[in-house]
């Protein structure tokens, strides 16, 4: 008979993360705990990208809340994965509120962490919080990329701000950073609201210059 241990039981929670089994993942950290068997950083982080995989961005914060009865310091990681749950379950109010509660708690706030939020809030048409965000993120000194700013330009288009949006696409380049073609699109969308035809043909052809596919 196989003996049950944390690492077993680890490598199979992470196997329900890797195939999107979120019930799975669950029902096996409950397991570890009714069995007496320590659940660890590893296994609840798996467990919330299984979560997050699966949408359930409810689950997700129930299993970070779990994290001091279970005697499981909150790091960036767990966190970062329970704000991605909750991006990809288009909760941006709970995103937020996760982003705040980690500066409460002084766990360093990564870059992935804040695309993550940015994310959720341009869903929601909060285009001002993803802004906001933005500009946190360079106040903190906390790493810009390509997901951001192509996040906060899908904001300036979602909030007719066509020239952030053209300010923000410059700064890319001048950062040597490529946009995607979701990227130049949202730019050029929000050109095209505010009927502001030349920016927008001249977007077109940068575009193109730049050899980004249509």
């Known amino acids: ?31 570890m705990t ?6 660890d950083t590893i296994s609840y982080s798996a467990a919330i990208r299984a979560c ?6 409810l689950q997700a914060v129930v299993l970070l809340q779990e994290l001091t009865s279970a005697r499981v310091e909150r790091n960036s990681v767990l966190c970062c994965a ?7 379950g ?28 940015l994310s959720a809030c341009v869903a929601g048409q909060q285009w001002i919080a993803a802004l906001v965000l933005f500009h946190d993120m360079g106040a903190s000194t906390i790493c810009r990329d390509s997901i951001s700013y192509s996040a906060a330009i899908g ?11 053209l300010c923000l696409l410059e700064t890319m380049s001048s950062e040597r950073m490529s ?5 130049w699109s949202a730019a050029i969308v929000s050109c095209r609201k505010a009927s502001q035809w030349m920016p927008a ?14």
Not at 155 to 165: F, Q
Request: overall charge neutral.
């Open 1 to 31: 008979r196989v003996q049950l241990s944390q690492i077993v039981c680890n490598s199979a929670i992470s196997a329900c993360d890797a195939c999107g089994q979120w019930l799975a993942a669950i029902a096996l950290v409950s397991d």
């Open 34 to 39: 009714a069995r007496a068997i320590e659940a």
């Open 52 to 57: 997050a995989s699966g949408s359930s961005w």
């Open 82 to 88: 329970a704000v991605s749950a909750c991006d990809k």
């Open 90 to 117: 288009g909760v941006w109010t709970q995103a937020l509120e996760l982003l705040a509660g980690m500066d409460a708690e002084t766990i360093a706030r990564r870059t992935a962490t804040y695309n993550s939020a």
């Open 155 to 165: 904001a300036c288009r979602a909030g007719d701000r066509w020239r952030a949006a």
């Open 179 to 183: 946009g995607n073609s979701i990227t």
């Open 201 to 214: 043909l001249q977007l077109l052809a940068d575009m193109r210059y730049a050899s980004v596919e249509l």
